[in-house]
């Protein structure tokens, strides 16, 4: 017993002693320990700047934040400031000390030093996890990729393509063929058949992932268009992708797609102008897309020219023999047909002698096929605009999408439209052009508001036809250039030149005479951080320059000699500060200074008279405008300027912005509300985005009118000029983080949000429902005649932690009948969405999209008399149901008599909904119903079961595999419970011992 005292007591002494020499610890390397800690606390700062820098680009550009990169910002801020106030008592708490002696510091030593030990490992912890947001903190959002908005062709009577897509299709249902090529001449329609192919059998597969190669391969953009799929791919989902337009063998490692034996739930389908970069590619399956023949040719000729062929006896041998020039490529008989439908005979005539001549022999074989067709199609368009707009279309990258704003300002700046009202008028022009090209073939058809594309074979002829003419154009882009040096005798004739997304580093330091550019587009080339003096100075003559997304630090003075320059587009450099040089530049209509890293609008601003456009957002470091400046500007029409960072001065910037007699087009962001003046106007304004506050979060804007309140106290009643911004217009209005509402309605009734467009609620933390009528007196009854959400077209509700319900009321005082979209995402405590009665009146409605409601349970309940009910959705095209546990079903009516019809729906997603047996009691008809996505292989091949009811048997197959996967997972979670709660018991039983000691 002695000996097990003494080793006990040894313990004692041992554990004693490296308490002390830890506490000692703490006193003599007090300093040590402080200086650590400051040092942790400056990196972490400095980390939290830059991506709070990305974060605001990001937002700018329209993109979806990361999950979890808005928590860590507020984290790092809270950090951050319990550094700062730490070290400045360190500080106070040092200087006292010293007056003290040293026997006195020693408690303070001690405190401060224990404080900075254990305060550092948490700084270290949140600066390590957030380098994963320095690099990106965000994720675009894609638009509808080319497979969802892809339209069925007709191809019955032709038998080539028929027989084509037949061998696809059956290349595609083969398990043991992993990669099936397609090979043919350029404009055969191998992309077409492509898509036709997977619109057919798109329901074998959990996902379809769409990318273009094109002969400049971008590896990065690849991995980006196809990341999302390869990662399902390795979950073990059947998923397949898309290669188009292959011109060489891929290293299908290098994109990071699984392939081989090991992923067979992999599906490759390629296309591309050669049979052997197929076999290159390893394509177990080649189909080879031919010509087609004179009759078939034939066929789609009198398709697009119409019946006229067959009825006019003089015109049908010419056209015949204009068939036969095509050559049999659905391209280029699309074009001519679309050029010459609506001409008399002596056009046919001459069309068809142009045909008949050789295209110049210098030029590639592909081409040579298509040029002579495309070049008349191109001289037969009657408008001149499209015939610029189309020039112009040739100087981006293949496969780009081509902005119409960048057709505008482009356009503009080189004086493209005739007798132009406004850049409104431009706008409306370049829609127009862009119409015509469609119709015309020679664009293709993007179903994105606002964007292009170009086919590459088309793109190849323009820039010759560009070449032959006074348009000659140096167009290049991708990777591998990383130096621009150019022969004097090679470039002095270009009219534009077009450098995109290109690794230069360096340009010309030397003069380069360019007597004729017009036209510079210099963008994404981030290792680019100087124009010399000498470069500038030799194209005097330049009105557009675009230099945007590089990293220019500074302007040359030769800027001065750019005197008849209409467009600037310098957004994104943001080590560029010093703009003042610009001044001289007095015809400048177009000035777009987005993500630069200015301070100032300076004085000398005021003689940009001619200014017509003017975009400052997301400048992080703008501080001042210069008073006077934004008056002085007389002519300009839209404006997009961001004011939330500036300390003073705001005041009377909005009250010159107030003075512009044109402005049409105004997007301004102010801190608070205090900001707009009285009387702020906006009635000649035709579109608006009023950002009152910071919001975080992603908004489909156009140009339409927004007002966007991101404050945590919105003051009711509401000034009267915010009042006008919502009763004028069909305002949109958008409600973030504001803590002081618990409804919208009918507590701001009078403030006009009965007549808004739209109402987005983001992150309001006591909102509780949408209406609450229920403590309304008598004498407001009159106000019921009008019906809640009447107007409204979209309703988005996103973070809502308190919301329970949609609405407190009688359900007759809501009517949404003008309700278009509805996305509701986070609101944890909502159990039901609408009622019967309120279902029936969906009548408008095309988007419903529901995810992250851990406690909804139905989404159409039966609050109401259900005998014989009928609900008909005319119009839903998509339901999107996610991540909802809970979910019993769609509709929970006990009803079996009730009907549901949906006659538009084509997609329904469903996601870890592992409650839901089955849609909903009753009958449910879904005639066009397409795709259910996210269940598993053999519910989805269910869809073809016929009878109303075949969505209720796709639900209940995917239930059991639905309730297998959730077991698996709880089980799993248990574990993890169960291990956490150990360390937790182990970290606790470790700070009592702390405490003890």
């Known amino acids: 017993m002695a000996e097990i005292g003494t080793a006990v007591a040894g313990r004692v002494v041992d554990s004693l002693f490296d308490k002390a020499k830890k506490e000692i610890g703490y006193i003599w390397n007090c300093s040590e320990n402080v200086e650590n800690f400051k040092r942790e606390a400056k990196k972490l700062e400095v980390r939290r700047g830059k991506v709070k ?61 224990k404080r900075a030990t254990k305060m550092a490992p948490s700084l ?72 036709e192919a997977v619109a057919r059998v798109k329901n074998m597969f959990a996902d379809v992932a769409f990318t273009t190669v094109s002969q400049n391969v971008d590896v990065e953009k690849i991995k980006k268009d196809i990341g999302a799929a390869t990662k399902r791919i390795m979950k073990g989902d059947k998923i397949l992708i898309i290669l188009d337009d292959v011109w060489e063998k891929l290293n299908l490692e290098e994109l990071c797609i699984p392939c081989g034996n090991n992923y067979m739930n992999c599906k490759i389908l390629l296309t591309s102008r050669s049979q052997k970069v197929c076999h290159k590619m390893h394509a177990q399956s080649k189909v080879c897309v031919n010509a087609l ?41 699309q074009a001519i047909g679309n050029a010459l439908k609506d001409e008399n005979i002596q056009s046919w005539n001459s069309a068809l002698t142009q045909l008949q001549k050789h295209a110049p022999s210098s030029i590639d074989d592909e081409i040579q096929k298509a040029f002579t067709h495309l070049k008349l199609s191109y001289e037969y368009l009657k408008s001149e605009e499209a015939k610029s707009c189309f020039l112009l279309c040739s100087l981006f990258p293949e496969d780009h999408q081509i902005t119409f704003e960048e057709l505008v300002f482009y356009g503009v700046g080189l004086e493209k439209f005739d007798n132009l009202d406004s850049i409104e008028d431009a706008r409306g022009r370049v829609q127009n052009a862009v119409n ?102 030799g194209m005097k003559n330049v009105r557009v320059l675009d230099i945007s997304w590089n990293n220019i630090s500074s302007l040359p003075q030769s800027f001065q000699l750019l005197t008849k320059l209409r467009t600037l587009d310098l957004g994104g450099n943001k080590s560029l500060h010093e703009i003042s040089i610009l001044w001289v530049l007095r015809d400048l209509e177009i000035l777009i200074l987005n993500g630069t890293g200015i301070t100032e609008i300076p004085k000398e601003f005021a003689q940009l008279v001619n200014l017509r456009v003017l975009q400052v957002k997301n400048c992080v470091e703008l501080s001042r405008i210069t008073q006077g400046v934004i008056s002085s500007l007389s002519r300009l029409e839209e404006l997009c300027i961001d004011l939330g960072r500036m300390s003073e001065g705001v005041n009377g910037c909005t009250a010159e912005i107030m003075m512009l007699s044109k402005l049409t087009y105004l997007d301004l962001k102010v801190k608070s509300f205090d900001l707009i003046p009285e009387g702020f106007d906006t009635k000649n304004l035709k579109g608006f985005i009023l950002q009152i506050g910071d919001f975080i979060g992603r908004l489909g804007f156009n140009r339409a009118n927004y007002l966007i309140i991101s404050t945590s106290h919105l003051v009711i009643p509401l000034s009267k000029t915010l009042k006008n911004l919502i009763e004028v217009s069909p305002t949109n209005t958008v409600l973030c ?130 005998s014989g009910n009928i609900i008909v959705f005319p119009s839903l095209d998509i339901i999107t149901l996610m991540n909802s546990r809970r979910l019993k079903s769609f509709y929970s009516g006990g009803n079996e008599n009730c009907s549901i019809k949906y006659p538009s729906l084509v997609e329904v997603e469903l ?87």
Not at 302 to 325: C, F, H, Q, W, Y
Not at 477 to 504: D, M
């Open 53 to 113: 820098e990305l974060v605001d680009l990001a937002i700018g550009k329209g993109d979806k934040l990361s999950y979890g990169v808005e928590e860590w910002v507020k984290e790092a801020d809270t950090e951050i400031s319990n550094a700062d106030k730490f070290l400045n008592e360190e500080a106070n708490a040092k200087k006292t000390c010293c007056k003290i002696g040293v026997c006195g510091n020693w408690g303070t030593l001690h405190r401060y030093g």
């Open 124 to 195: 270290l912890e949140l600066h390590d996890r957030g380098s994963t947001y320095e690099n990106c903190v965000s994720v675009e959002t894609p638009a509808p990729g080319p497979i969802d908005v892809y339209q069925n062709k007709h191809l019955d009577d032709l038998h080539t393509h028929k027989s084509a897509l037949g061998h696809i299709i059956k290349s595609l249902e083969d398990d043991n063929i992993q990669i099936t090529g397609i090979y043919g001449l350029g404009g055969v329609g191998k992309t077409t058949l492509a898509m």
């Open 293 to 333: 023949p004179i009759k078939e040719a034939w066929i789609i000729f009198k398709r697009i020219v119409g019946e006229k062929l067959e009825t006019d006896s003089n015109l049908k041998p010419v056209a015949l023999k204009v068939v036969e020039e095509c050559g049999g490529l659905p391209l280029l008989i």
């Open 436 to 537: 015509i090209l469609t119709s015309s073939g020679l664009l293709l058809n993007v179903m994105s508001a606002g964007v292009t594309k170009m086919h590459d074979v088309v793109r190849d002829v323009a820039l010759l036809i560009a070449s032959q003419g006074n348009e000659k154009f140096l167009v290049k882009s991708g990777k591998g250039l990383t130096e621009w040096l150019p022969l004097k005798y090679n470039i002095e004739s270009y009219k534009g030149i077009a450098l995109r997304g290109t690794h230069i580093n360096k340009l010309p330091d030397c003069e380069v005479n360019l007597p004729r550019l017009q036209l510079l587009v210099l963008i994404g080339n981030y290792d680019l951080s100087m124009i010399s003096d000498e470069f500038i100075r």
């Open 737 to 866: 983080g504001i803590e002081n509402i618990n409804n919208i309605l009918p507590t701001m009734y009078d403030e006009g949000f009965n007549k808004v467009g739209s109402i987005e609620l983001w992150k309001c933390p006591n909102v509780s429902c949408l209406v609450d009528d229920s403590t309304k007196c008598d004498e407001d009854e009159g106000k019921r005649e009008e019906k809640y959400f009447n107007r409204i077209k979209v309703l988005v509700l996103v973070q809502l932690n308190k919301l329970k319900v949609l609405w407190k009321c009688p359900h007759e005082y809501i009517t949404l009948t003008n309700l278009v979209s509805v996305h509701i995402e986070g609101c944890g405590k909502l159990a039901r969405v609408f009622t019967v009665s309120v279902a029936q009146g969906l009548v408008n409605l095309k988007l419903l999209a529901i995810v992250n409601c851990s406690s909804l349970k139905e989404v159409i309940w039966g609050g109401d008399d259900e």
């Open 911 to 997: 996601k870890d909904c592992g409650s839901m047996e089955l849609w909903g009691h009753g009958i449910h008809e879904t005639p066009n119903l397409q795709s259910i996505l996210d269940l598993s292989n053999d519910a989805r091949q269910r869809l073809h079961l016929e009878g109303a009811n075949a969505i209720n048997d796709v639900i209940g197959k995917a239930h059991e595999i639905w309730t297998r996967d959730s077991k698996k997972q709880s089980d799993g979670e248990e574990k993890e419970d169960e291990s956490e709660e150990e360390a937790e018991g182990d970290d606790r039983e470790g700070d009592n011992n702390a405490d003890e000691e």
